[in-house]
């Protein structure tokens, strides 16, 4: 005969609450079906052992799945989004944050610039030096402009790092023999010129780039 027909729970063996009640139809059913004979006294050797403090919640959880009916847990319920890849409701969360933080952010006002301080250029431009030219300049010239009664010049390094500058109220300036001995040949240099007390604010030229001829040998 086959060992799992003579052990294997077959369509005929009752739960085990049923065999546990007992009566003449389980005593027959019980003499016949070993599977349910172990089965009650596993049950019987559960209930008869003593449970320890810590094993009182786990034995009456046990206990109470073994008298009631044995139901597949619910499904868990499917979500809305369910279909959506991953990465959407990611890129949802961190977009909702950013709408929130601007939201909520402090709004700074954004001064307008004072009176009379915009750059005012029009016509008024260096002239000379300009461009490449054969020697160090002796002296540095601009166009006018009117009701203006200081000029500041200043001579810069390509890098803006200022070398020399002055003031004057004509619109030419030579300037002194120690920043000619600076203007070595195969240079390159900036310069400006800017009015000191514009009446439409401040002026200045545009800045202006020369470059000093490497002599020949």
């Known amino acids: 005969m086959n060992p799992k027909e003579v052990f294997g729970k077959t369509p005929e063996c009752p739960p085990v609450e049923v065999l546990a009640m007992g009566g003449r139809a389980v005593e027959r059913h019980l003499a016949a079906c ?127 790092h200022e070398i020399w500058s002055a003031r004057t109220n004509e619109t030419h300036i030579a300037p002194p023999p120690d920043v000619l001995a600076q203007m070595q040949p195969g240079r390159t240099f900036l310069w400006q010129v800017s009015a000191e007390g514009a009446p439409d604010g401040l002026a200045e030229t545009s800045l202006q780039e020369f470059h000093i001829a490497t002599k020949l040998p």
């Open 34 to 160: 070993a599977y349910c004979r172990n089965e009650l006294a596993l049950m019987n050797v559960f209930e008869a052992a003593d449970a320890s403090a810590e094993e009182i919640p786990s034995v009456a959880w046990i206990a109470d799945r073994l008298h009631s009916p044995i139901a597949a847990p619910p499904a868990p319920p499917r979500r809305a989004w369910a279909w959506m890849p991953r990465w959407i409701p990611v890129v949802f969360a961190a977009c909702l944050l950013v709408a929130v933080y601007v939201a909520v952010r402090p709004h700074t006002a954004v001064a307008p610039p004072p009176a009379g301080g915009d750059v005012w250029r029009g016509n008024f431009r260096a002239i000379s030096p300009a461009g490449d030219v054969a020697a160090a300049p002796r002296e540095f010239t601009w166009s006018a402009m009117p009701q203006i009664p200081t000029y500041r010049v200043v001579l810069m390094e390509v890098d803006r």
